[in-house]
């Protein structure tokens, strides 16, 4: 029960004895999940029919992601049901999303929660609306049948698994003078500022400020951080949470990673027990297909809606349309619309795009990301070490160097099956600093990408090609923003977002991509009177 889906190499001491000359079967599979096509449509269609149909409704939500979800729970929970929310692709979620390989259910995009502290009600309040979060003499108690599983995390590093992300086997003094150092800087950060989740609930302090002015890699540098180890760690931090490395994101964003949660400790020298994780094999997906349950069932929620234009009217809001099934235009008449809609994407639609808009959407930058479903069909070949975990990442070393994938979940590893069996591996690259890498993401054909992470996770399982069936790809040409150097100044307070005909709810306006920041401004807008 502790080892999941995999077995250790003791208990299969043959399974990695393959030939090399063993005959190789080939792997299916191909682009799944999102409609890249669709999304170009409004980019690349210069004129559309005029509406068939008007409907009316009092709120349009534009948008079905996280934050488009939040409002409407929030409009439900009011009591306000004459809305309808209109979503691109097929289902609702955005990077939350979730689909089956082989009947197992596994994420196309964000795998994990943190447990939230008391800086995000908002969410602690779903949780307990979820069964994940009750009251028990007295204090709260988290659903440990959903919370993850250990082992949590391991790496693969010098050839052989470790417990933990951060590579300590068989590194010198200097090393870990270097992470000791580093934890003393956040701990003087935590101290010196107030560091939340989400950000755009508090006024940033001069310190904050200050490091939103260059990237993480020159200030690591000013403080004479140079360790090799080191930088690799908190190079994957970033990629993990804001799509690009140490040389893109800000110095806040890189400190804000650690402060706004669980700090930096060097293991083993009295550091406190690391918060929870939720997490569940179809990812996010878990809460985004809760919070659009009652959406569909009501008919509220309808899918394959390309936005085409959000208007302000003498009376109300005017919204157009384009429907993918019937390939037909309707217009929506509202009180008002929240907008849910990445930046960029709002900026075309919007007739006449608030000023905060245009500053906004000129600031950012966007990751391109990959999120790869792997189906394997037999228990595969581990490497000495630590055991199987639920996250497992590779050091980059040789070839595989460049590049810098963000490892796997394993789909199974919350199942309490005691004999192993086939599971999905869900392998993860971000592209935000990558050379030219979005126009890679889209041009490259589907065996590029499967070639490149069979060769990444060959190097701890070297079976794997003999027991992958099937490869899905999911790409994202603009997952998320990245919280490059200036990030933080343009970022408003979510009370200046809700006022008004047009109000605004995506986690672009937070300078950066997480569940709580999307749902946080989400809930605002759906609650705001009107």
């Not at 878990?286 to 899918?303: D, I, V």
Request: with cysteine.
């Amino acid at each position: 029960m502790q080892r999941r889906h995999f077995l250790a190499a003791s208990a299969l001491p043959l399974i990695g004895c393959h030939s090399r000359n063993e005959m190789r079967h080939e792997i299916e599979g191909g682009f799944e999940g999102i409609s890249l096509e669709r999304g170009h449509l409004l980019r690349d269609t210069k004129t559309w029919p005029a509406p068939t149909t008007t409907q009316r409704t009092r709120v349009l939500i534009a948008g079905g992601g996280v934050a488009g979800l939040a409002a409407a729970r929030a409009l439900r929970l009011r009591g306000m049901n004459d809305f309808v929310l209109l979503e691109l692709e097929d289902s609702a979620g955005g990077n939350a999303r979730g689909t089956q390989l082989g009947g197992i259910a596994c994420p196309m995009g964000a795998h994990y929660l943190p447990v939230p502290g008391d800086d995000a009600p908002q969410v602690q309040d779903l949780l307990e609306e979820l069964g994940l979060r009750r009251r028990m003499s007295g204090r709260w108690v988290w659903e440990e049948r959903h919370l993850c599983h250990s082992p949590q995390e391991r790496l693969f590093f010098r050839g052989e698994w470790q417990e933990g992300m951060l590579p300590l086997h068989g590194v010198g003094p200097q090393t870990l003078a270097a992470y000791r150092r580093f934890s003393a800087l956040v701990e003087h950060a935590r101290k010196a500022a107030r560091w939340v989740i989400p950000v755009t609930s508090v006024q940033s302090s001069a310190l904050q400020l200050e490091l939103d002015g260059i990237t993480f890699s020159a200030w690591l540098s000013q403080q004479n951080l140079s360790d090799a180890q080191l930088l690799w760690y908190l190079d994957y931090c970033c990629r993990d949470d804001f799509g690009a490395g140490l040389a893109t994101v800000s110095a806040w964003a890189g400190i804000h990673y650690f402060a706004s949660r669980h700090g930096f400790h060097v293991p083993g020298e009295g550091a406190p027990e690391r918060e929870g994780v939720f997490t569940w094999p179809q990812g996010n997906a878990w809460l985004t297909q809760r919070l659009a349950a009652p959406l569909q069932s009501a008919g509220q929620l309808h899918t394959g809606q390309i936005v085409l234009r959000i208007a302000e009217s003498k009376h109300g809001v005017e919204i157009d349309a384009f429907n993918t099934a019937s390939q037909a235009v309707e217009r929506w008449q509202a009180e008002r619309c929240i907008v849910a809609l990445p930046l960029l994407v709002a900026g075309r639609v919007l007739q006449t795009p608030d000023v905060r808009i245009r500053e906004r959407a000129a600031q950012i930058r966007y990751a391109p990301w990959l999120v790869a479903n792997v189906h394997i069909a037999q228990p595969l070949f581990d490497r000495p070490g630590a055991a199987p975990s639920w996250d497992n990442v590779i050091y980059p070393t040789g070839t595989a160097a460049t590049l810098q994938s963000l490892g796997y979940v394993d789909a199974t590893h919350q199942s309490l099956q005691r004999v192993p069996g086939a599971t999905v591996l869900t392998w993860y690259l971000a592209l935000g600093d990558a050379p030219e890498g979005r126009r890679r993401l889209l041009e490259q054909p589907w065996t590029h990408w499967r070639d490149a992470l069979l060769a990444d996770l060959a190097v701890p399982h070297p079976d794997l090609h003999n027991k992958v069936t099937r490869v899905a790809i999911t790409r994202y040409g603009h997952a998320m923003a990245m919280p490059t150097p200036g990030t933080l100044r343009h970022i408003v307070p979510a009370a200046t977002l809700t006022g008004g005909r047009l109000q605004f709810a995506h986690s672009d306006w937070a300078g950066y991509s997480v569940f709580e920041e999307a749902f946080a401004l989400g809930q605002a807008a759906g609650s705001a009177r009107f």
